[in-house]
């Protein structure tokens, strides 16, 4: 391990945010491990650090598997850290287009990455709005996760279902709800979005939002 990433590990054992800030100006490896197999995120998901959880991941630092089974295992963690931790891994998390035709695969890449020309390219070239890929999102809930208003925006106006429902039993406006977004859910709702949707987990967008911590969401949405 060089110097660089033994420090950045270094700082985030001693919870040193301002150490932290400074080395990741350095680009040190983010998924860098330490004697005992953690990450500097892992570390902050095992003493429960919620600033510096949010800060690694917004820097970049990977949501595995590993991280959430710390944090679920830490005394010193709560449902906080589990709630922030997965809603870093939604928006990580990258379209799988391997079996989609050709201009519904760039529909699906340009609203998670947020392109509003090239979403507008494939809708032009004649992708289908409601298309999805591999892991049964739809582009107009890549747009919402990943909080590309201005997408979401474009694909609404553009035909869009806001009432598609995936195979699990997902809406937009529950993705909406997911990610705490209340102008796109009011966007949504004022385009003829329903609330009376349930997932395969018998969450409303209402329940979605709530779980998040949002209540004041939640509330506008039980409306």
Known sequence: MNELDKQFLEAAENQDKEALEAIIKKS????????VDMT???????????GMANFLAEAGAQVTGDVLSIAN???????????????????????????????DAELLLASDAGSVAK??????????????????????????????????????????????????????????????????????????AEMGFKNSKGQTAEAVARYGGYDELADLLAK
């Open 40 to 50: 500097a995120l892992a570390i902050a998901a095992k003493y429960g650090n919620l």
């Open 119 to 192: 979403v507008k390219a494939a809708i032009k070239a004649g992708a289908d709005l409601n298309a999805k890929d591999d892991q049964d999102t739809s582009a107009l809930r890549w747009a919402i996760r990943k909080g590309h208003d201005n997408v979401t925006e474009v694909l609404i106006e553009a035909g869009a279902d806001v009432n598609h429902v995936s195979d699990n039993g997902w809406t937009p406006l529950m993705e909406a709800g997911a990610m705490g977004n209340g102008p796109i859910c009011a966007l949504l709702l004022a385009t003829g």
């Open 28 to 35: 040190p490896n983010l998924e860098a491990k330490d004697e």
């Open 73 to 103: 295992m830490s005394s010193q963690s709560d449902e906080r850290m589990i709630l922030l931790l997965q809603q870093w891994q939604m928006k990580q998390v990258k379209p799988d287009v391997s079996v989609s035709k050709k201009e």
